[in-house]
């Protein structure tokens, strides 16, 4: 299901969800309600709009308020690849499919129109399909022995991810990108790369040709919120570069894998053990071990480690001294109160610069005490 960006009006940003200012960075009128929209008489007065323009204060993405056109599902261009462009849109795929070791991958096309690029896509050796939202244009696909659905992304639904996706100058039609780039993610693999362009803002104010806006693109992006679209929903951009006489902005981007830290707790687990062994060889002998630190990684670990047999947790900050540590309950109590108590060795657990610090402490107490301190995930012995 769409989000309400793609039937209204919109106040907060399409990407991040800010609110988007009052103000426009820039309103131009009298100005065409839509690319495609073309009279049929001239002797009606022909309806126009302003072109009102707003840049998200969070994330910085241009964008236009206003609702869609109504075909802003379907690639509707003009333009036809000469040959002379396909040979340059061959050997720049090719070389992705190469540098990226994708021969023989799945790839889509999202917003494919009449499936001209599968043709490219598929010679550049890629299994290639195409969604499109226009039954016109899937018909003529089709004909043409063009592997394509009739469907628009949110409501595609595949059977196998995609390993590879494509998409030219449609991103920036999109009334909802958050929502776009979720659905990138839905169909595409763990290790999926993406290959997409759109308009260059930057050339669009470089050369001030304000009427480069058009109601039909309801976002403009620059590299820098191109990716950061990206960054904010599962991927890692690889290259973006800017292309077609600065026309365009291309960007190659691989889907981000999600942490897996099971494997890695193990390191943890060990410390538990450690910590353990050296409370129990003290208690074993009928003496007493305390930790220096009541910070939330050492009350964390400790509980996490089970260390109900440590005598007391010492810190210095007053308003913790006199409780209790969570889940283990253990007392906490005052350097001074551990200076003077029958404790005979203690464990720093205070990150940062401080241990040394703390060992320094302890060891100008008139009593001496076995220190351990807690580095790297291991304790390390400072008995003298």
């Known amino acids: 299901m769409n989000s309400q960006l793609h039937s209204q009006a919109i106040t907060h940003c399409r990407l991040c969800r800010a609110e988007l200012p009052v103000s426009p960075i820039i309103d131009m009128a009298p100005f065409p309600i839509a690319a495609q929209h073309f009279p049929k008489s001239n002797e009606v007065a022909d309806e126009s709009t302003h072109c009102t323009v ?13 609702k869609p056109v109504h075909y802003y599902k379907s690639v509707i261009t003009a333009a036809v690849l000469s040959p002379a462009a396909k040979e340059i849109r061959f050997n720049e795929i090719k070389s992705f499919v190469e540098k990226y070791k994708l021969s023989d991958k799945r790839a889509l096309e ?8 599968l043709d490219v896509i598929e ?3 890629l299994h290639a399909s195409g969604v499109e939202f226009e039954q016109e244009f899937v018909d003529e696909a089709l004909s043409h022995n063009r592997s394509v659905c009739q469907s628009y992304l949110s409501d ?23 929502e776009f780039l979720t659905h990138l993610g839905r169909i595409t693999a763990n290790d999926a790369h993406v290959y997409i362009t759109v308009p260059n803002l930057d050339y669009l104010l470089k050369t001030n040709s304000f009427y480069e806006f058009v109601p039909d693109h309801l976002v403009y992006f620059t590299a820098e919120t191109l990716e950061l679209a990206f960054r904010m929903h599962g991927f890692d951009v690889l290259e973006a570069c ?9 960007l ?3 889907k981000r894998k999600p942490l897996n830290i099971a494997q890695q707790y193990v390191e943890v687990e060990a410390l538990q053990l450690e910590l353990n062994e050296l409370v129990e060889s003290y208690v074993s002998k009928g003496k007493k071990i305390a930790v220096w630190g009541a910070g939330h990684r050492t009350l964390a670990l400790l509980a996490l480690s089970n260390l109900h047999k440590i005598s007391s947790i010492v810190d210095s900050a007053p308003f913790k001294q006199g409780l209790y540590s969570p889940v283990l309950l253990t007392p906490i109590i005052s350097p001074t109160e551990f200076e003077d108590s029958d404790i005979d060795a203690v464990i720093v657990a205070v990150p940062g610069i401080y241990p040394k610090e703390v060992m320094k402490t302890i060891k100008g107490f008139k009593k001496q005490f076995d220190i351990y301190c807690l580095e790297d995930n291991r304790v390390v012995s400072y008995c003298d």
């Open 242 to 250: 800017i292309t077609n006489n600065e026309n365009d902005i291309l």
């Open 252 to 254: 190659i981007a691989k």
């Open 123 to 125: 010679d550049s050796g």
């Open 110 to 117: 999202v917003g494919c129109g009449k499936g001209g690029m």
């Open 54 to 66: 707003f840049q998200c204060p969070s994330c910085s993405l241009v964008q236009l308020k206003i």
């Open 156 to 178: 595609l639904s595949v059977s196998e991810v995609y390993d590879v996706i494509f998409s030219f100058n449609y991103l920036e039609h999109q009334p909802d990108i958050a």
